[in-house]
């Protein structure tokens, strides 16, 4: 099958090749042509336009960062709905907006193209591994025409429901992960303020039923005190706003997320570094008038 693919970034770039060494063609178009040179020298073909990219594709795949760019490269000058065929089909994997994705599925259904929602969890390894968690929103029978597609970049399949359900669910899975990294971190800052060293308390929290992925992963972060790299915090910054704006357009109450967000606002207060999502840790030992300090 032929295949396009849009926004070559970290997650991006490991699905196109994968959907590759599938044994599709692949079409990209990238802001960067150095994002693209990897594919370039898997096999793909590079094309100027979004539109190019759509026209010479059966199957569409979007990977941006905000909603704003997925209109862009599907509905702007030169975008995906100026190139595809009637009967072909958008994946979207970002992000973004529940309503952003409504609005460009609307807009693509009236020239007869397919649009699914599909966006992932798993981060860069599960990128690179193939086996990410992709959550997908559209016509069911678009979705089985494509689960192979799919399978090529993820291992858990789930069809969640209409156009935009997809984005439902994503936002669902960050508003618990958002909120969990707030509970970690308050709960290190509050042992302490009692004066207990966290690392006991976080081997036995493992053990019982606050136990997860996340305690493991960022509760060792912020013991550590690794603030920078790993998990990008401002994509989980991201995923709170988009969480309270979609929670506002359905009168939802989400006040753990509208706190992790706050967090998430006071830490992006000091521009020009990329912090991992643990160092929402620093913003609540600031808030309790702890001083900075390395180590543990």
């Not at 802001?31 to 990897?38: F, G, Y």
């Not at 609307?106 to 959550?135: C, F």
């Not at 969480?243 to 997320?257: D, F, I, M, N, Y």
């Amino acid at each position: 099958m032929k295949l396009g693919f849009i926004g070559l970034g970290a997650m991006g770039r490991p699905m196109a090749l994968n959907l590759m060494k599938g044994g599709h063609e692949m079409a990209v178009w990238a802001r960067r042509a150095q994002s693209a040179q990897p594919l370039l020298d898997a096999g793909a073909r590079a094309f100027a336009t979004p539109a190019e990219v759509a026209r010479n594709s059966d199957v569409v795949f979007t990977m941006v960062t905000a909603g704003q760019d997925v209109e862009a490269v599907v509905l702007g000058q030169d975008g995906i709905v100026h190139g595809a065929r009637a009967g072909s089909v958008v994946i979207d994997c970002s992000t973004i907006p529940t309503a952003t994705i409504r609005r460009v599925g609307m807009a693509l259904r009236e020239k007869q193209i397919e649009l699914l929602d599909a966006p992932v969890s798993g981060g860069e390894p599960g990128a690179v591994a193939g086996t990410l968690s992709i959550m997908v929103g559209g016509d069911e029978t678009v979705f089985e025409r494509v689960r192979a597609l799919l399978a090529c970049i993820g291992k858990t399949l789930v069809y969640i429901g209409p156009m935009g359900a997809g984005q439902v669910a994503k936002a669902a899975n960050q508003l618990a992960l958002v909120v969990s990294i707030q509970g970690i971190a308050e709960a290190m800052v509050f042992a302490r303020a009692n004066g207990v060293d966290f690392e006991p308390i976080w081997k036995a929290l493992m053990q019982g039923l606050a136990g997860s992925k996340m305690l493991e992963i960022v509760g060792q972060r912020m013991m550590q005190r690794e603030f920078v790299m790993g998990i990008d915090a401002s994509l989980h910054h991201k995923d709170a706003h988009i969480v309270l704006q979609t929670a506002k357009e359905s009168c939802t109450a989400t006040p753990g997320a509208a706190l992790a967000a706050q967090a998430f606002n006071a830490l992006f207060s000091e521009p020009g570094t990329r912090w991992d999502s643990a160092a929402i840790l620093k913003v609540l030992e600031a808030a309790s008038g702890f001083p900075e300090r390395e180590g543990r």
